[in-house]
């Protein structure tokens, strides 16, 4: 099974994963291709989160996390890379919408770069209005650029966070349950700004939402009390899905 | 249920809020009788001279605590600049790494400094610093006023660094920030407010001490000659004063009261509005 207008950029391999007593995820083995879109879907406490997390290595700020196997990022184990690098190659975007608050819109898309104190040949200017162009937020935002970024509301604050994951160039963009706290006006906007940024790079979301994962992904896994259960095209595991478990959470039978 | 159940339930809780509501009004008498006590004793005294001269030589009525004042800034001023930052970078330490058997040893190891004696800590600052050197100084006062306000800062930074959603950290560490550098550019401004508020509280604590500065600052009836001798505070010239068998130097105790407890309200207040404005523009 596999890609083959793509390649494998991030693959986990016999991944599994825990909070010190038992594994959260067990044994995932998962293909995340090059611009493509795949979403993680599954009941509450599955572990996606916890996946998702593993993929940047967020999850070492969790006091006594444990990690067996491999992610691999261009065939590089990311835990051998030092983890500050590996972020700014696979970034994150979280649940609830995290901007800087001390920060003006601003600062808070140039802030990846400006604590980085990275300056390419682009100027800072330009980097945050293709930044929120690409976040569908600059027309919304660019007169008020200065202002506190706690003054947007919630979805333009979570495409703010986008916007401020985009700036520092990823290659995969990791997103965890970005719309959850969002209406579906917004999340309708997030999830066409998704189809845009499929161009340029690789993204992978936790979704709750099956109608989310069916619209805007390519390839989908669905996760079922740490494992992963199922893992192809998206069409097929929502019409055709292999495993019944599979089939009885698509149709609503349970989660 | 009966109306002789009710009447009862009705007294006692008109009982308990009576007591409540006495307790509350005993103590904030307590604080207005000696605000007004000093006020009442001390503004006889105090006027623009007395804010501005030297005291006199002994025997002499009149005089000032100018050099008083500007002793106990200097003096607490020191100590902040040898305090403040020990604490505020202790409690970045506690907060990143404090959550094994090392943090909860430093954390009680502040709470019990916090309760020393302050005396306690004077007399260590004359064991460590002005036995050895042979001489009282401003640099011993200011010495033994850091260590006091150490665990204060420390404890009250920690606080505020917890009151730091995890969430911004993380959104600093998933744009490959290192993490020193989201502590210092994220975590800590986020915080700064409270921080502020507590070296702010803190200072005003400190300025308030004298057991810790009579046998290392030791006072001074002059204009100081630098950190490394006597050097006069507000609240040794209070304690020499209203010791002293003069009348004339009682009164004057009084208005130097009034002015140390003046000073140490209005950084309190600061303190607090500062809190406000710190909370305001976090979520402005
Ligand atoms: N910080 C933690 N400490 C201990 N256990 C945790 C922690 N976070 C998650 N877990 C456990 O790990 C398992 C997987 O959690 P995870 O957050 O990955 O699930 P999830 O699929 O993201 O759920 P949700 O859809 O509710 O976000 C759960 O059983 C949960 O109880
Ligand atoms: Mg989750």
Redesign the interface.
């Known amino acids: 099974m596999s890609d083959e207008r793509t390649y494998s950029i991030l693959e986990a391999r016999g991944l599994s994963a825990g909070y010190g007593s038992g594994d959260a995820i067990r044994n995932v083995n998962m293909h995340f291709y090059d611009k493509r879109i795949t979403a993680i879907i599954g009941p509450s406490g599955c572990g996606k989160s916890t996946l998702i997390r593993c993929l940047?290595r967020?999850h070492e700020?969790i006091?006594g996390t444990q990690v067996r196997g491999v992610v691999a990022l261009s065939e590089r184990n990311i835990f051998h890379m030092d983890?500050?690098?590996?972020?700014?190659?696979v970034?994150?975007v979280?649940q609830?919408p995290?901007?800087?608050?001390?920060m003006s819109i601003f600062r808070n898309v140039a802030?990846?770069l400006i604590?980085?104190g990275l300056r390419g040949e682009r100027s800072l200017a330009e980097v945050v209005e293709t930044s929120l162009r690409q976040a569908a937020l600059f027309d919304e935002v660019k007169d008020k650029l200065d202002q506190?970024a706690?003054?947007l509301s919630g979805g333009q604050q979570q495409r703010l966070?986008i916007a401020?994951?985009l700036a520092?160039e990823p290659k995969v963009l990791l997103l965890d349950e970005p719309c959850s706290a969002l209406d579906p006006i917004a999340t309708a906007k997030i999830e066409e700004l998704l189809l845009q940024l499929k161009d340029q790079l690789t993204i992978v979301m936790v979704t709750h939402n099956m109608q989310q994962a069916a619209r805007v992904s390519d390839w989908t896994g669905f996760m079922l009390m740490g494992e992963l259960v199922e893992f192809g095209r998206t069409d097929e595991i929502f019409t055709t899905p292999r495993d019944p478990r599979t089939q009885d959470y698509i149709t609503g039978r349970f989660g | 249920m009966t109306d002789a159940r009710l009447r009862r339930r009705k007294i006692v809780n008109g009982l308990m809020f009576s007591l409540t509501a006495a307790c509350t009004i005993a103590c904030l008498a307590v604080l207005f009788v000696i605000l007004g006590y000093i006020v009442y004793h001390g503004a006889a005294a105090l006027d623009w001279s007395f804010l501005t001269r030297l005291p006199k030589p002994v025997g002499e009525p009149g005089g000032g605590i100018a050099n008083a004042m500007v002793g106990s800034a200097k003096i607490v001023a020191l100590a902040a600049v040898l305090g403040v930052p020990v604490g505020v970078l202790g409690a970045v330490y506690l907060h990143e790494f404090g959550h094994n058997r090392i943090g909860f040893v430093i954390r009680y190891a502040a709470d019990l400094l916090n309760g020393m004696p302050s005396i306690v800590i004077g007399v260590f600052a004359y064991g460590l610093i002005v036995l050895p050197m042979k001489r009282f100084s401003a640099l011993a006062g200011s010495a033994a006023l850091a260590v006091i306000m150490i665990p204060i800062v420390l404890r009250s930074t920690e606080e505020f660094l917890r009151l730091v959603p995890a969430s911004l950290r993380e959104a600093g560490l998933a744009l490959g920030v290192p993490r020193w550098k989201v502590i210092l550019l994220v975590v800590i401004p986020s915080a700064w407010g409270g921080i502020l508020t507590g070296i702010l509280l803190a200072v005003s604590r400190i300025a308030g001490e004298s057991a810790p500065l009579i046998f290392t600052a030791f006072g001074n009836r002059f204009w100081d000659n630098g950190w490394l001798n006597p050097m006069s505070a507000l609240p040794l010239t209070i304690y020499t004063y209203a010791i002293s068998p003069y009348e004339d130097w009682h009164r004057q105790a009084w208005a130097a009261a009034m002015v140390l407890v003046l000073v140490v309200l209005a950084g309190n207040v600061l303190a607090r509005l500062l809190m406000r404005g710190g909370r305001g523009a976090s979520n402005a």
Request: net charge positive; glycine share 6%; with cysteine.
């Open positions: 940047n967020m700020e006091p983890p500050v690098r590996l972020r700014r190659q970034g994150m979280f609830r995290n901007p800087f608050p001390t802030a990846g604590l980085n506190p706690l003054n966070c401020r994951a520092v």
